[in-house]
């Protein structure tokens, strides 16, 4: 029985949501390969042979695998597919692209946001905004699984010597075109894999006030920003700063949440979080309930003086 892990990468390095989707397919048993499909990717093909845990690395090279298409992935996943009892994916937004396609093509049920693999056949996946822990069996031959990679601890990106080995690459489905992309510059570490997160919510009251506020806290600490949905819908921060069961899925070390009443939404994406300090005035906000450390004060008082005593 091998288990394979479709590698998110950009044809030089490997993502971080690949180590932890690495650790969440040991845990499935029997060896583990990862298949990265790219064009000129073998520097990406070489990474993924360090990454401890792998046992061989499969690497498909066409120039439509270049941009990631989910129809070219899902063809090559397909292509290699019934060596393998599992099949899984970062649930991110590429790999939640790619799984339903081939779990379709496969006949079988997808297995989505995986936070603990009990057997090879049962896993655990979060129902009703994470406020119940479902435990899924299939019986499929094939299990198709996307893991939410903040179950997971990541795994170590060197130690590995896996060999890589070259496959044939599937044919361009030719139904979809790469046009171009628009990536925002930050220099600010990633919301999904920073170490410490900075989130504001709809008290600061404006988009002049979250700047004000939150950017200090977070250029102290080296955290990325983060937001509620109630903010990014009233537009003091962008859409992708959200954090919450329609945003990001994150699990900081340290998880600021200032202003931020604690809706069922935003707690989904954020209560894995190692530690969580929750600023609000009012001691009735349900962000209380899930923090490790509340502080019932005035957010606009409290956040200068600990920018101060920083």
């Not at 499969?58 to 990631?68: F, I, K, Q, R, Y």
Request: proline residues 4%; contains cysteine.
């Amino acid at each position: 029985m091998s288990v394979l892990v479709i590698a998110e990468h950009d044809n030089a390095s490997i993502k971080g949501a690949t180590l932890n989707t690495v650790t969440a397919a040991v845990a499935c048993g029997g060896d583990v390969h990862v298949l990265v499909a790219g064009h000129n990717a073998g520097a990406a093909a070489a990474a993924a042979g360090q990454i401890a845990g792998v046992a061989k690395v499969v690497h498909a090279d066409a120039p439509g695998l270049e941009h990631g298409l989910a129809e070219n992935v899902a063809a090559q996943v397909l292509a290699i597919a019934s060596n393998y009892s599992h099949i899984l994916f970062p649930a991110t937004a590429s790999g939640k692209n790619v799984a339903p396609r081939v779990a379709a093509k496969l006949d079988v049920a997808q297995i989505s946001d995986i936070t603990k693999v009990v057997s090879a056949d049962t896993f655990e996946r979060p129902i009703y905004a994470g406020n119940a822990i479902a435990t899924v069996q299939s019986s499929d031959s094939v299990k198709v699984i996307t893991v939410r990679t903040t179950g997971f601890d990541a795994a170590a990106a060197t130690g590995g010597s896996a060999a890589v080995e070259t496959a044939g690459a599937a044919a361009d489905a030719g139904k979809s075109t790469f046009v171009g992309s628009e990536i925002a510059k930050n220099d600010r570490p990633d919301l999904t894999a920073a170490k410490i997160i900075v989130s504001g919510g709809r008290a600061l009251g404006s988009k002049e006030k979250f700047d004000e506020v939150i950017t200090p806290l977070a250029d102290k600490l080296g955290a990325a920003i983060g937001a509620s949905r109630a903010a990014v819908d009233a537009g003091y921060a962008p859409n992708d700063l959200q954090v919450g069961q329609t945003g990001k899925i994150v699990a900081p070390q340290l998880y600021i949440a200032a202003g931020i009443s604690g809706a069922i939404q935003h707690l989904a994406g954020m209560k894995d979080s190692k530690v969580i300090v929750a600023i609000n005035k009012d001691p009735e906000a349900p962000i209380f309930s899930v923090a490790d450390y509340g502080l019932e004060a005035d957010l606009f008082t409290a956040i200068p003086e600990l920018v101060k005593a920083l």
